[in-house]
């Protein structure tokens, strides 16, 4: 990996920090690291296998793969077209747009699980049409899990994509357009591939963030082994109730998911975009 | 006519107006300078920019309000704009499978197109890897195997360094010549038209100054941009027989005659400077004193202020060591009524 900083080639040196910003600084990253490295160092190592095949975990670890990917798939198919619009110059009201599609990066996740069951809700707005119409109800089911990821998730996928979309050079488009391609062909085969590293990026940050959601997940969804009880959830279960080992296990396993999302993005895509 | 186009488009303190008809196999050059409108008018008639007035008529077709898959119209860019994920070969092939072309047989047609270009043995290749002559003929062989009515080409021999501009420029008139369809090239190289274009339109601030063959416009300029382009010096007068009256003053005496109205224009290597006022035959004798002198080829051309008339003069670096000519040097020009070439403005 690059360094950030690098040493001044001439000059006397980079100089020693004066203690009053040294000292903090160096708090800072024990504050930061500590923890993770504690994490790592108290987990129960040994009975590890017994405890990740133990029926709870498992069935957490496999929900919560199941429901990020869904959720990612979800945020790829609504976000990619929302991103193409934001990106067009000419569209009215862009930056209200853009507004409202980050309000979710900075909501309380609780706020956006409440929100989620005013609207999707039994009693809600679109809920109970749906409910009389159909039976179903999103709240406590596994698709009420996708939904509440899909909806803190989606900033991150849509501002990636807008981003790379912004960044791309549009008289492709035009070069393509000019060779009798329809609209649909020139999204599918020009303007798609061109902005894939900034799509691949985006989805790397929705599913990571999909995987650790928590606040409206509970809110929305309930915290039901088998459906809705997420690897967050059962974090939380656990350390509350009979078992903190399987807790720390648990948060050293979504621990090691973070760190790999991380080097992927460093490594395969951040740099090339 | 393939193509039959006015192309009117307004901005704001600017605006193109411009007529443009071209036959089937022909190949008109767009030839001005930057921001005369050559790119505006190419774009509105490949489709990519809507025009205020006027129409665009491709083969009979009146394509005015259809987008720009559906007019059957080839773009070379100046920089190429290759896909830059596809490589050389699915680019060729992008226009035939857009069309509908089944990918195995558009790929067959796409190998042919860049045999015929000369990068067949590139076909594989990323355009991030072909020097850009080679990113070029891909650029043309896509535009011709999407077999358009229309070619439209900007500036495609603008990004290329001095040598490969060399071979492409002939390869692209070879290939220019054996397409069946009406081309438009859009040029600020006057060379480039020469040897490309059936026919040249000259045009400035968005409106034809000039149109004629290469030989009629590089032998008869209508403007100073224009003869500044093709390296002649170029007078306006009154003509009365063999004589010509400059405006701003002076006279010339030429070889053919003609009336009213003229321009007048003849080549700078055609000028003769002596130090003194020559005696003997010729008739078109000034005074003057030069401005500048630098190289130009293998002479030296020294621009001279022949009484308020600026005449360009092509002498040999010898000569100008000989007569120790530098700015300000009084000199005597004199150039030969026959060299003269005088037609009605």
């Known amino acids: 990996m690059r360094p950030l900083l690098r040493a001044r080639p001439t000059g006397g040196g980079p100089g020693r920090a004066p203690a009053f910003l040294a000292v903090p600084a ?17 987990a129960p190592w040994r009975e590890a296998p017994e405890l990740l095949a133990g029926a709870g975990v498992g069935q957490a670890l496999r929900l919560s793969l199941l429901t990020a990917s869904a959720a990612t798939v979800v945020c790829l198919l609504l976000g990619i077209p929302l991103a193409w619009l934001l990106a067009r110059p000419d569209l009215p009201g862009r930056s209200a747009l853009r507004a409202l599609v980050t309000v979710p990066l900075v909501l309380p996740p609780v706020v956006g699980g409440v929100a989620l069951f005013t609207v999707l809700g039994r009693t809600g707005l679109i809920g109970r049409p749906l409910y009389e119409l159909t039976g179903f109800a999103f709240p406590f089911t596994t698709a009420g899990v996708v939904l509440a990821e899909a909806f803190v998730a989606l900033p991150f996928l849509v501002l990636a994509v807008e981003g790379a979309l912004r960044a791309a050079d549009r008289r492709y488009e035009e070069a393509a357009a000019t060779l009798g391609a329809s609209q649909w062909t020139v999204f599918r085969r020009v303007t798609l591939p061109l902005v894939a590293p900034g799509v691949a990026a985006g989805a790397v940050l929705c599913w990571a963030r999909a995987l650790g959601e928590f606040g409206a ?7 039901f082994p088998g459906s809705t009880q997420t690897m967050p959830l059962a ?18 396993l979504l621990l090691g998911v973070s760190v790999a999302v991380l080097g992927l993005l460093r490594d395969q895509w951040v740099n090339r975009l | 006519m393939t193509v039959d186009a006015r192309i009117v488009v307004h901005r704001s303190g600017w605006s193109l107006d411009l007529e443009l008809a071209v036959g089937a196999g022909e190949v008109v050059a767009l030839l001005g300078p930057n921001g005369a409108g050559k790119t505006t008018a190419l774009r509105v008639l490949a489709g990519l920019q809507p025009l205020d ?15 720009s898959a559906r007019r059957s119209v080839g773009v070379v860019f100046q920089d190429h704009l290759l896909f830059p994920h596809l490589s050389a070969l699915e680019n060729v092939a992008f226009g035939p499978r857009a069309r509908g072309v089944p990918a195995a047989v558009a790929r067959r047609t796409a190998r042919e197109w860049l045999d015929r270009v000369g990068v067949g043995e590139h076909a594989a290749a990323r355009p991030r890897t072909l020097s850009g002559g080679q990113a070029q003929r891909v650029a043309l062989a896509r535009a011709l195997a999407a077999e358009p009515r229309l070619l439209l080409l900007d500036e495609p021999l603008a990004a290329l360094d001095a040598r490969t501009r060399l071979t492409v420029r002939s390869d692209l008139r070879r290939h220019l010549a054996s397409f069946g369809g009406a081309a438009v090239l859009v040029t600020h190289d006057p060379f480039d038209a020469m040897v490309l274009a059936d026919r040249i339109v000259v045009v400035e601030d968005g409106a034809e100054v000039q149109t004629g063959t290469p030989a009629e416009v590089s032998r008869r300029p209508r403007t100073e941009y224009v003869a500044r382009l093709v390296g002649l010096n170029l007078l306006r007068g009154v003509a009365t027989g063999h004589h010509v ?16 109205p003229v321009y007048a224009a003849f080549r700078p290597a055609a000028v003769s400077v002596y130090p003194e006022r020559p005696a003997g035959s010729p008739r078109n004798v000034w005074p ?7 190289p130009h080829g293998d002479a030296v051309r020294i621009q001279v202020d022949a009484a308020g ?34 037609y009605p403005s």
Do not use: M
């Open chain 1, 26 to 42: 160096v708090l800072a990253l024990a504050f930061l690291v500590l923890p993770l490295a504690g994490l790592v160092l108290r």
């Open chain 2, 245 to 260: 009256d400059v405006d701003g003053g002076g006279e010339l005496v030429t070889a053919d005659s003609a009336f009213g």
């Open chain 2, 309 to 342: 008339l600026p005449v360009l003069v092509d002498c040999t670096t010898a000569a100008v060591a000989e007569l120790g000519l530098g700015p300000g040097s009084p000199v005597w020009l004199s150039v030969k009524a026959s060299e003269i070439e005088v």
């Open chain 2, 288 to 294: 003057g004193r030069v401005t500048t002198a630098e």
């Open chain 2, 53 to 67: 007035a006027g129409h665009v008529v491709i083969a009979g077709e009146t394509v005015t309000d259809l987008p």
């Open chain 1, 235 to 252: 974090v939380y279960q656990a350390l509350e109730g009979a078992d903190p080992r399987a807790a720390v296990l648990l948060s050293v």
């Open chain 1, 217 to 223: 997940t509970i809110t929305f969804a309930g915290n």
